[in-house]
């Protein structure tokens, strides 16, 4: 059965630590010349950066999570495009690690049945219509993001991702500089 799970809008942040490659080179040239210290100090900075940019990748996530749940809340829906909000897809906002720990996805996981059963619990009714198997499988987040036909398209990720990668840009450069200048 086909879904929208592929289209679901996620927003991503990633850190690449291959940039030390050069300072690696650097300071084997320099170990090389009588100055072994070089290479231990670049290990050193090396380790300290891969720490806080874990964290930092870390932290971007819970800030993008914070961000779209606050704009979907506010701004999207309350009869501009028909959707109703319900807190379903701000519930589902869900933050995803990757497995080094170096880069971070945030997406709304919440179905159509999801929503069906919020709105449904608000109205008070019980289960008029029946939710079809469809329902399930198919992700609410991409119908407000994108709009549907008879439904305009309301970003609550982009945005939000786009504002928060702007910030994070300047702030990731002064904790690499605290990094190599800190101390252990």
Known sequence: MANNYDQIPAVKFSIDVDYFNQLFETARRLAQNG???????ANKEYRRSVALSKAFIKNAGVREQEAAQGLERTQVGHGKSGYEPTGTLQGSLEIKLSDDGKSVSIKPMATVADQKRA??????????K????????????????????????????????????????NEFERIMRLAVLGSD
């Open 35 to 41: 100055m072994p210290e070089a290479l231990e100090e």
């Open 119 to 128: 709105l449904e619990a608000i109205a008070g009714n019980g289960s008029k």
């Open 130 to 169: 029946p939710i079809t198997s469809q329902d399930g499988v198919d992700y609410y987040g991409v119908y407000v993001e994108y709009g549907t036909y008879r439904m305009a398209a309301e970003p609550f990720m982009k945005p939000t991702g786009e504002k928060i990668a702007m910030r994070l840009d």
